[in-house]
Every structure is written in structure tokens, then in C-alpha cells.
């Protein structure tokens, strides 16, 4: 099982988007998938038509209360677990803050997961912001998945999460976090800037972009609030070719290891 964070500490770059969309993609490949929503505002959620849940988020689970398993929920799609969000997990950031493992509470709450063969990968949705919850997303997690927005200041934001990284690792939370991959979103083919963000990006980063980008729809933006993600919404459309693109590219990447040892 692998743990992938999907973070950006900007908001409206298409994070949950690519959370949602992703998991549905890789669970349409038939990966088993657990998409968890750590963002109080329970977009993810939303986008599988399951807010208004109480009690189902991963709240106990950080405080300690109750065990990660009791907290996983089926969604519409087959091979698609989620463990919802709810606006509880706003004071745990002030209750967790005061604890003394604050950092990794979330990394000792997915151990049981890890040992077991339930799922293939988590996806962590994490809340735009730098607060606990995004650092245990961080400790807790392999690599990082990090959406950028096609936009001049793509690279300042890529800098500040490379930064973010080494902070984490050098806090001894989790020294084997990477930037497992970066997504160009919001792409507008109409203009030249979005060409120029993207090259400009990958002259930087290299083989850590996904060669897949993200186009900026309409339907993209309408699916969550009809609660769908974009395989549902608007299947044969162009964000739905994009996402499931990704997820091809995704398995490539990560199950290429375990084709060369099998070699």
C-alpha cells in the first residue's frame, strides 16, 4: 500500500479536484483506492454526495478514540473506499496541537492499514492550508502529489512545497517523503501563457511533472455540486479523458518498480 499526499498550501488549484477525480480514475483501472478527506471543508465528501455524516470523519481517529478502520465507507463507485471529512476536524487542530507525537498522528493511525491488503493506495486530501492536518498528511504519507495551476507563479508555489518537504523530513516525522509528482492544471490551451508555465516548469522539475495536464472546463467545476466526481458527471468529456490519462500515467510510475524486480 502506498499513501499519497495531494497537497498544495494554495487554495483553487484543483487539489480536491484531482483527489476526487484521480481516485475514481484509478478505482475505474480497478485499484483498490481510499480516498481520505482531511480538509474541514468537505469538498471530497461533498463530491460523492456523502456530507452530513456525523461522527465518520478521521476526528476520533487522531485524538485516538477510534480505531482508522470503523471510519472507511463505500462510495457508488466499485473499488472506492472513502473516510469522509466534517467540520470536527477544525478543533482537532487545536486539540492534536497539544499533544506530544502532534506531528504523526495520522502516520500511527494508517499502520494498521499498511499491514493489511485492503487497499493499493491512500490518497490524502489535504486542506490548503500549513496547519496540523497537512503536516500529519505529510508525515504520514510516501510521496507528495502536488497540483499546479497553469499561472505565472507556478514556480514560486513549487519552491515554498519543496521547502515544506525538507522541513518535514528534517523534523524526523517522516525522512522518506518526496516529491513524488507535479500536475499542471487549469491548462487553457487558448493562451500562450499556459504553454509557457507548463515548459517552464518542466525545465525545472523535469521527469517529477506528469506529462498528463489538467484543461480548464466548466464540467470539471459543475460535477461536485451535483455530487459526482467527472467520471460520472460527464464521462466521455475532455476532463474525464484527462483524469483517466492520469491514472494511467500514475500506475505506470508507481508499478514500474515492481516490474523491474520481477525482470
Request: charged share 25%.
Amino acid at each position: 500500500m502506498k499513501v499519497i499526499a495531494i497537497a498544495n498550501q494554495k487554495g483553487g488549484v484543483g487539489k480536491t479536484t484531482t483527489a476526487v477525480n484521480l481516485a475514481a480514475a484509478l478505482a475505474e483501472k480497478k485499484a483498490r483506492i481510499l480516498l481520505i478527506d482531511l480538509d474541514p471543508q468537505g469538498n471530497a465528501t461533498s463530491s460523492f454526495g456523502l456530507q452530513g455524516l456525523e461522527g465518520q470523519s478521521l476526528y476520533g481517529v487522531l485524538l485516538g478514540d477510534d480505531p482508522v478502520t470503523e471510519k472507511v465507507l463505500p462510495t457508488r463507485l466499485e473499488q472506492l473506499s472513502i473516510i469522509p471529512a466534517d467540520i470536527d476536524l477544525a478543533g482537532a487542530e487545536i486539540e492534536i496541537a497539544r499533544m506530544d507525537d502532534h506531528l504523526t498522528r495520522l502516520s500511527q493511525a494508517l499502520k494498521i492499514l499498511r499491514e493489511d491488503d485492503t487497499f493499493d493506495y491512500v490518497l490524502l486530501d489535504c486542506p490548503p492550508s500549513l496547519g496540523i492536518l497537512m503536516t500529519n498528511a505529510l508525515a504520514a504519507a510516501d510521496e507528495l502529489l502536488t497540483p499546479i495551476q497553469c499561472e505565472y507563479f507556478a514556480l514560486e508555489g513549487l519552491v515554498k512545497i519543496v521547502r515544506l518537504i525538507e522541513q518535514v523530513r528534517d523534523s524526523g516525522a517522516n525522512g522518506h517523503l518526496e516529491l513524488g509528482g507535479i500536475l499542471m492544471t487549469m491548462f487553457d490551451g487558448r493562451t500562450n501563457l499556459s504553454s509557457q508555465v507548463v515548459a517552464e516548469v518542466r525545465e525545472h522539475f523535469g521527469p517529477r511533472v506528469y506529462e498528463t495536464v489538467i484543461p480548464r472546463t466548466v464540467r470539471l467545476s459543475e460535477a461536485p455540486s451535483f455530487g459526482k466526481c467527472i467520471l460520472e458527471f460527464d464521462p466521455n468529456g475532455t476532463g474525464a479523458k484527462a483524469y483517466r490519462a492520469l491514472a494511467l500515467e500514475f500506475l505506470r510510475r508507481h508499478e514500474a518498480p515492481r516490474a523491474q524486480e520481477n525482470t
